[in-house]
């Protein structure tokens, strides 16, 4: 046997025992395959006769040209049920009998033949080759005992035939439902795929790509705990972008955008891994620098006004710098408050200045600052 037929009984789970149990079921025994044989000389003179009656009955026939539209394909039946009703009195219903007949409940699924319309056609099959053995047998003593031989092996050929008929159905109904599956797991990871961008935007400023102020503050509470846990220090810049309200008046509103992109588009580039900037106010930012002095915030302070008058030298801006104290662990907004505070005194010094917590508030809290990187 062909690697082919194995593969198919392998995957019915069909062997020697499984072949001699079905036998055993249905009472199929050596000697009704010996009644079968006997009766082979006769069935090869009527063969001829028996498959064109079949076929050519007017309900099979009418199915027959229903399911297989190719007129190749029909001719090619003629053979095919010849072989079968020959096989049917061969005496070999070994493993290669069974899986001729799994090969017949597959092409069956695949032309679309429902088993209702196999079981008619079988019922038919049965009842010609009842009768040529009713005229062959007659009277004679094995004629019962052969009539239930050949209806015994009919049922073993239909339980192959429904098996595979059976299975092809399942096997079908398992790859729709692992497609299904495949197709449910995309979706679920592009609906958390959507929901993580649809969270990212709704905490972002959508004209500068800044985070909002509320997930700031959330952020200014985190980090103020951890600085405490850890000890290093925690520094938080403020500052307002000068005469935007100018800006508008003088140009239009989309200048007074445009300006806030700018300014925008500069602390995200300036942010480090850690950092965090965000869109305050209307014309206000903030940048939370962890692990970070007030030397560093304010040297930073100085790069982005350098930046900014290289990009943009109709843009000023305003910055206060401040470091946190043991007092704002417990209370975040003291630390934007006193940064707001630093902030509006660079204000007061001309505008496009930066001024520390530490001078616009001597009595502040500090501690030693290092060098940021």
Same mark, same amino acid.
Request: proline share 3%; glycine share 8%.
């Given at each position: ?16 025992? @499984? ?24 069935? /090869? ?49 070994? +493993? ?29 099959? *049965?009842?010609?080759?009842? +009768? ?16 239930? =031989? ?28 692992? *497609?299904?599956? +495949? ?15 649809? *969270? @990212? ?99 930073? =302070?100085?790069?982005? /006004? ?20 043991? @007092?704002?662990? /417990? ?10 505070? =630093? ?27 290092? @060098?940021?990187?």
């Amino acid at each position: 046997m062909n690697s082919i037929s194995k593969n198919l009984l392998g995957q019915r789970h069909i062997h020697d025992f @499984e072949i001699s149990r079905r036998k055993s079921l249905l009472g199929f025994s050596e000697r009704d395959a010996a009644l079968l044989v006997a009766c082979r000389p006769f069935v /090869q003179t009527q063969l001829s006769d028996l498959v064109v009656a079949f076929l050519g009955n007017p309900i099979v026939a009418s199915e027959v040209a229903l399911l297989i539209r190719d007129e190749g394909m029909r001719e090619r039946l003629l053979p095919a049920v010849t072989d079968y009703v020959s096989a049917l009195f061969s005496g070999a219903y070994d +493993e290669s009998y069974a899986n001729d007949r799994l090969r017949i409940g597959l092409a069956h699924r695949r032309l679309g033949m429902s088993p209702a319309h196999y079981l008619c056609a079988m019922h038919r099959l *049965k009842s010609l080759l009842l +009768e040529a053995l009713e005229m062959h047998l007659g009277g004679l003593p094995d004629r019962e005992a052969t009539r239930q =031989a050949l209806d015994k092996l009919l049922h073993f050929d239909m339980a192959f035939v429904l098996d595979t008929y059976i299975g092809s159905l399942l096997a079908e109904v398992e790859s729709s439902r692992d *497609k299904v599956f +495949e197709h449910a797991y995309k979706l679920e990871d592009m609906v958390a795929e959507r929901s993580r961008e649809l *969270k @990212e935007l709704s905490s972002r400023d959508p004209l500068t790509g800044l985070f909002h102020q509320q997930v700031f503050a959330e952020a200014l509470s985190r980090e103020l705990r951890r600085s405490m846990r850890s000890g290093k220090p925690l520094t938080l810049v403020r500052m307002e972008v000068n005469g935007s309200g100018r800006i508008d008046d003088a140009l239009d509103h989309l200048a007074g955008d445009e300006a806030l992109r700018i300014v925008g588009a500069l602390l995200a580039r300036r942010c480090r891994t850690g950092d965090m900037a965000c869109r305050y106010g209307s014309n206000e930012f903030c940048m939370l620098l962890p692990a970070t002095g007030e030397a560093e915030g304010l040297s930073l =302070a100085r790069r982005l /006004q350098n930046e900014l008058a290289a990009q943009a030298g109709w843009l000023r801006l305003g910055i206060g710098v401040a470091q946190s104290s043991a @007092e704002d662990r /417990q209370f975040p907004e003291r630390l934007i408050n006193t940064a707001g505070h =630093a902030m509006r005194h660079a204000k007061s010094l001309g505008g496009d200045q930066v001024a520390s917590a530490a001078v616009s508030d001597p009595d502040r809290y500090r501690t030693d600052c290092g @060098e940021r990187s």
